[in-house]
């Protein structure tokens, strides 16, 4: 059973940073592709990070692209999402989720089958 867990969210300042973190069980992060979504109250849920296996390629959000930075850890078997100059519309609950990657086809909600429960960042003055 794969299971993921997220955790590393907090409150945190315009311009601070936050590192989340996600501890994957149950399958081996070699054979996965891995993303980062987030969601906020009333939005729709969207991607903002995803990388590859084998060359760990790796795309971001126009909106966050330059300040997070996803990678991963295949001994620990855990993915990162590093968030550098946080900004208010940061805000929102992030889900980790893991998709195969042989059937992983783009960084969108609908190609990911496996996620976690969710860490909420809030970015407030």
């Known amino acids: 059973q794969v299971q993921l867990v997220e955790s590393g969210g907090n409150l945190v300042q315009p311009g601070g940073s936050l590192r989340l973190s996600c501890v994957a069980s149950?399958?081996?992060?070699?054979?996965?592709?891995i993303g980062w979504f987030r969601q906020a109250p009333g939005k729709e849920r969207e991607g903002v990070s995803c990388?590859?296996?084998?060359?760990?390629?790796?795309s971001y959000a126009d909106a966050v692209k330059g300040r997070f930075t996803i990678s991963k850890d295949n001994v620990k078997n855990t993915v990162y999402l590093q968030m550098n100059s946080l900004k208010p519309e940061d805000t929102g609950v992030y889900y980790c989720?893991?998709?195969?990657?042989?059937?992983?086809?783009?960084?969108?909600?609908?190609?990911?089958?496996?996620w976690g429960q969710g860490t909420q960042v809030t970015v407030s003055s």
């Open positions: 149950g399958l081996t992060l070699e054979y996965y592709a």
């Open positions: 989720a893991a998709a195969d990657w042989l059937l992983f086809r783009q960084c969108v909600a609908s190609d990911f089958a496996s």
């Open positions: 990388i590859s296996r084998g060359d760990s390629s790796t």
